[in-house]
């Protein structure tokens, strides 16, 4: 990999490690972020998987255990390394250590087995937590500079000429591509390492499913689509046929029981009549997240028809149906394929989603692709180049190739603050990979800086760059 992003490194040196890391500048948890988007996240790694715990002990997670759906404890069957002791059980997270005596951890029996309690929230006073046995739990508390980059919603910079157009102007196209091209590799390397990570607490395969369903959910119902696919693991679905599959990928999204039956058309209550005969058999496994405060949360008000999440379910039925032949190109890096595999995702069909948007829509008058050239091309930069690059150092190269295909409001944003009415802006928007640096650029300066542009650091370090 070092030898594939040879400019990541310099980026990040040029950086300076200036805003690395979205921790700085929160004094708290985003209201945005709920209770189950929390426990998303830490399901994901994305908290890491080394902490310190209240009473000062090297706590390691070996094992994140399975996404308890019953009643008891969060997190089931999990592994701790605790010094030299290996400790197995369950994990219990709280938005504060209070809650664990507040909803009567306390007492229940079934927390007997919890071995790590994890929270945001504390008072001054130091909280202990404790079973029904009266054995004291280890304790580690959740701070927001933990979390990965992205894991927080980015905002959107002020749409106009920054400073830094000036000394790029000055600049040899030759030295910006270096920057571009050195800022897209930057890029990627994080993606890869947070892939990687995700790799190492779920497997390849659970890992490669949760993000290609994560780009189904388009900007806006990522998380959402992550946390379905963290409750019901490609192996759990795997065992299931095709209906079974559908009934409760549509049932614990909270959308199969959100229609009603009567207001639909014939063609979807034939669908729907398909679904319901399974879910009634799988439902009770299910009932807790069933309910309001657990159910993923969608958004839907301003998503174009073919973006609505039910269709990207769809999408996500469809692409486990052919699972074998998409993941055979992505199982190792010998057997990369572009071809093979862009050729897999945009031969999708759904004998029902392919001329729907939602279950309440009438059918479309032709089929519809499930997944279009964008979002496969989206699946590259974001799943595909970040697992195998790594693996395959000449990887990079392919992905330099890519075309740009989707047009973007943040790289407009972003060239536009750049480079003005530079003729130049256009060539360093033709490939994916120039997108992605000015997207790196963007993210590391633009949204981190509060001072209108007055205060920000980047113009100043292109003489760093140019030097």
């Known amino acids: 990999m070092a030898a594939a992003l040879s400019l990541a490194s310099r980026y990040h040196a040029f950086t300076n490690s200036v805003f690395d890391g979205i921790g700085e500048n929160l004094p708290g948890w985003s209201e945005s972020l709920s209770e189950l988007d929390l426990q998303s996240l830490w399901f994901a790694g994305e908290f890491g998987n080394e902490f310190t715990s209240m009473d000062g002990k090297r706590i390691m997670v070996r094992d994140f255990g399975i996404w308890n759906h019953a009643a008891g404890p969060d997190f089931t069957g999990c592994a701790l390394q605790c010094g030299d002791e290996i400790l197995r059980g369950d994990i219990e997270l709280d938005p504060d250590v209070r809650d664990w005596e507040r909803h009567g951890h ?6 007997e087995r919890v071995v790590l309690h994890l929270f945001m929230q504390a008072p001054e006073a130091r909280m202990f937590t404790r079973t029904a046995a009266h054995r004291e ?10 979390l990965r980059d992205a894991a927080q919603p980015r905002r959107m910079a002020e749409a106009r000429l920054g400073r830094c157009a000036t000394p790029l102007s000055e600049m040899e196209s030759a030295q910006v591509s270096s920057l571009v091209e050195a800022a897209a590799q930057f890029r990627l390397r994080r993606k890869s390492e947070k892939l990687h990570a995700l790799i190492r607490i779920h497997g390849r395969e659970q890992a490669v499913y949760q993000s290609l369903a994560n780009a189904l959910g388009y900007r806006h119902n990522q998380r959402a689509f992550t946390i379905l696919t963290q409750r019901l693991p490609l192996k759990v679905l795997l065992k299931h046929d095709a209906p079974e599959r559908e009934a409760l990928l549509f049932g614990v999204s909270g959308f199969l029981e959100s229609v009603r039956y009567e207001d639909t058309e014939p063609e979807t209550r034939a669908y729907l009549r398909v679904m319901w005969s399974c879910w009634w058999k799988l439902r009770n496994a299910y009932v807790n997240w069933l309910e309001e405060p657990n159910r993923p949360r969608w958004q839907i008000a301003g998503a ?16 486990l149906d052919s699972w074998k032949k998409v993941f055979a190109a992505l199982r190792t890096p010998k057997a990369w394929s572009r071809k093979g595999f862009t050729a897999a995702l945009l031969a999708l069909e759904h004998e029902y989603w392919s001329r729907h948007y939602t279950l309440m829509s009438e059918p479309a008058t032709k089929s519809v692709a499930l997944i279009g050239d964008t979002r496969v091309q989206e699946m590259l930069a974001n799943v595909v180049y970040p697992l195998l690059v ?11 190739e890519l075309p740009a295909l989707l047009d973007n409001q943040k790289v407009r944003r972003a060239a536009l603050r750049l480079f003005g009415e530079d003729p130049r802006a256009r060539t360093f928007q033709k490939r994916l990979y120039q997108q992605q640096g000015l997207l790196q650029i963007y993210e590391d300066y633009c949204l981190e800086d509060d001072s209108a542009c007055e205060g920000c650091p980047f113009p100043e370090k292109m003489k760093e760059w140019r030097a």
């Open 137 to 146: 739990v280890t304790q580690v508390w959740l701070k927001p500079e933990m």
């Open 106 to 111: 306390g007492g229940n029996e079934n927390y």
């Open 390 to 400: 790594p693996e395959r150092g000449d990887l990079w190269a392919e992905f330099m």
């Open 304 to 319: 174009r028809p073919g973006n609505h999440p039910q269709r990207r379910l769809g999408a996500l039925c469809a692409l």
